[in-house]
C-alpha cells in the first residue's frame, strides 16, 4: 500500500528566473490583468510533460526544461531532465499551485508545477523556485490515497483556486469506469481533501475544466472511460456509449450541476475547455475532437447558459485508411491573451489554424498552416477530393529532420506572437494513428504567428528531436512557462 511521500529538498533561495521574479514583485503570483500579462518579458524556458509510459522503453516519464531563448547557445535544445520515481504513469497535463487567479495575495507564489500521471493516478509535485532550469521533485501523491479518500483515479487537469487549493479533474473510478469521475481537492500543502462537486453533482464523464468566478460558473467537458481510451480508439466504443459528448455547467465555486448539454453528433468527444482570458465576458469555447466542431457556450440574456457550433472541420475522404472518412480530429486549442485570436490543431490532419474571434460567434479563418498529419506525401494515405483525384500534403523539413506526427498540444506565448506545438496524443493513441512517433520520437516545432494581418509561418531555426533522448526516443506532450501562460491562468 503507497503511501503520500513528501522529499526533502531546501529552497530557501532566492528566485533565479527573470520572468517569474517580475510577476511576483508586484503583488501575488501572475499578472493583474490578461493585457498586463500580454505585456510581460519573453519566455526563456519551457516545461515539458514527456513519456515513455507505453514506448517499450523502461524508464520513468520526466519533465523536459526546454531553451526558448533564440538568444541562448542552447536555444532549441533539452537543457534539464527531471525524471519522475515510478514507472508507466503517463505523465499528460500540467498545472501551477498559484496562478494570476491568486494575484492579489502576496503570501502565494507560482513554485509547484503539479503533474498528474493519467494511468497511475499519481500527482507529482515539482518545485521550480530555486533553479527554474532544474526543477526537483518535491512531493509525490500516490494513487491508494486519491482513491481511498475520494474513490477517484485517472487525473488529468490542474487548475488552481484562489483560496490556495488545487483542483483536478478525474476520469474515473480506479476500474476504469466513467461513473466514478469527478474533481479533487488538494491543500495548499498538496493533501488530498477529497471532492469538489457537492454529493450527487457528478458529472458522468471527465476531462478537462476552466471556471469563470465573475459569472460563477465551471464548465467541464467529457473525454471517455478510461478503460476504453487507454487501449486505444474503437469506434464501436462510441456507439457503445463509452466516450462522451456532454457539457457539465456548474455553479462556482458551490459544486452544484445546474445544466448538462448533450451535444449530440456535433459535439462527440469535446476536450479542451476554454473561457475568454477577460473575466467580464461570459463566452467560451470547447473543442470536440471526434465531431472536429469548435462550440461556442455562453451566457443568455436570461440567464442560463446556452451554446452553439462556432467552427467546422469537415472530414476529408481517404483511401487506405481504417475509415473511407477522416476527421480533423480537434485535440487541443489556445486563445491570446487580448482575446483576439484563437489556434487550434487537427492531429489528423495535420493543420495549424487561426481564427480572429474579436465576434466570438463568427470566426473568421486567418491563418494555416500544416505541419504533420497522416495523408502527407510519403504516406499509403491518399485524400481525395470531390471529382475523384488523389492528394497528398507536401510538409517542409526544419534543420534537415522530416516532421511526424500530427500537431497536438499548443502553448502560445504571452505577447500572442510565438505558438509552440508537440505532437504525442495519449502513448496507446500514437501507437495505433502515428506509430512512428513510438519509434523515432516527438518533436517539437515553434510556429510565428502574424497578428496584425494573421497567418502563420513555420521558424526555420526551431526543432526539439525527442527522438534522440538519451534513454531513447520519448513522447513529448503538454508545454508550461515559470511565469504563466495562456492555458493555466485565470482571472478573477
Keep these: 500500500m503507497g503511501v503520500t511521500t513528501e522529499l526533502p529538498s531546501a529552497f530557501e533561495g532566492q528566485h533565479t528566473d527573470k520572468h517569474e521574479a517580475l510577476c511576483c514583485e508586484r503583488s501575488g503570483p501572475g499578472y493583474a490583468t490578461p493585457l498586463e500579462a500580454m505585456a510581460g518579458p519573453r519566455e526563456t524556458i519551457l ?3 514527456t513519456i515513455y509510459t507505453g514506448t517499450g522503453i523502461e524508464k520513468p516519464d520526466y519533465l523536459a ?9 542552447s ?3 533539452v537543457v534539464h531532465r527531471l525524471p519522475v ?6 505523465l499528460h497535463h500540467s498545472g501551477w499551485n498559484a496562478c494570476s487567479s491568486c494575484h492579489g495575495d502576496n503570501n502565494v507564489q507560482r513554485q509547484f508545477l503539479i503533474l498528474p500521471s493519467l494511468v497511475s493516478t ?12 532544474e526543477p526537483v521533485l518535491h512531493k509525490v501523491i500516490e494513487p491508494e490515497d486519491i482513491i481511498s479518500k475520494t474513490g477517484m483515479a485517472y487525473p488529468h487537469t490542474a487548475h488552481c483556486l484562489a483560496s490556495g487549493d488545487i483542483m483536478l479533474s478525474c476520469l474515473g473510478d480506479k476500474d476504469g469506469n466513467a461513473k466514478g469521475c469527478g474533481f479533487l481537492l488538494l491543500d495548499s500543502k498538496f493533501n488530498v481533501k477529497g471532492r469538489w462537486e457537492k454529493p450527487g453533482n457528478s458529472p458522468s464523464f471527465g476531462y478537462d475544466f476552466w471556471y469563470q468566478p465573475r459569472h460563477n460558473t465551471m464548465i467541464s467537458s467529457s473525454w471517455g472511460a478510461p478503460a476504453a481510451f487507454t487501449k486505444g480508439f474503437d469506434p464501436q466504443h462510441v456507439a457503445d456509449g463509452l466516450y462522451g459528448r456532454n457539457l457539465f455547467v456548474y455553479s462556482w465555486p458551490d459544486g ?5 448539454w448533450d451535444l449530440g453528433n456535433t459535439g462527440l468527444i469535446p476536450l479542451e475547455v476554454r473561457f475568454l482570458h477577460d473575466p467580464t465576458k461570459a463566452v467560451g469555447y470547447v473543442a470536440c475532437a471526434l465531431s472536429s466542431t469548435l462550440v461556442r457556450f455562453f451566457k443568455t440574456n436570461d440567464g442560463p447558459w446556452d451554446h452553439q457550433v462556432a467552427i467546422t472541420v469537415p472530414p476529408v475522404k481517404v483511401e487506405n485508411w481504417v475509415l473511407p472518412e477522416m476527421p480533423g480530429l480537434i485535440t487541443d486549442f489556445v486563445i491570446s491573451l487580448d482575446d483576439r485570436y484563437l489556434y487550434f490543431m487537427n492531429w489528423l490532419h495535420g493543420d495549424i489554424r487561426q481564427y480572429n474571434i474579436q465576434d466570438p460567434e463568427k470566426p473568421i479563418l486567418t491563418g494555416q498552416i500544416w505541419v504533420g498529419g497522416v495523408f502527407h506525401k510519403g504516406s499509403q494515405v ?7 483525384e488523389r492528394w497528398q500534403i507536401d510538409l517542409p523539413d526544419v534543420k534537415g529532420k522530416p516532421l511526424r506526427g500530427g500537431p497536438q498540444m499548443v502553448q502560445l506565448s504571452l505577447d500572442g506572437k510565438r505558438l509552440y506545438v508537440t505532437n504525442s496524443l495519449f502513448s496507446s493513441w500514437d501507437k495505433q494513428f502515428y506509430p512512428d512517433l513510438i ?12 497578428t496584425e494581418k494573421g497567418g502563420l509561418s513555420l521558424n526555420p531555426n526551431f526543432f526539439v528531436d525527442f527522438g534522440e533522448e538519451p534513454d531513447g526516443p520519448a513522447l513529448a506532450h503538454e508545454m508550461r512557462y515559470p511565469g504563466g501562460d495562456c492555458t493555466s491562468d485565470i482571472w478573477v
Design 47 to 49: 516545461y515539458v510533460t
Design 65 to 73: 526544461t526546454i531553451d526558448v531563448d533564440p538568444l541562448s547557445p
Design 75 to 77: 536555444y532549441s535544445k
Design 85 to 90: 520515481n515510478h514507472l508507466n504513469d503517463e
Design 122 to 133: 499519481r500527482i507529482y509535485v515539482v518545485d521550480t523556485l530555486e533553479n527554474p532550469r
Design 256 to 260: 452544484i450541476l445546474e445544466q448538462t
Design 382 to 388: 491518399f485524400a481525395v477530393n470531390e471529382t475523384g
Design 439 to 450: 519509434k523515432q520520437g516527438s518533436h517539437m516545432l515553434q510556429i510565428d504567428c502574424d
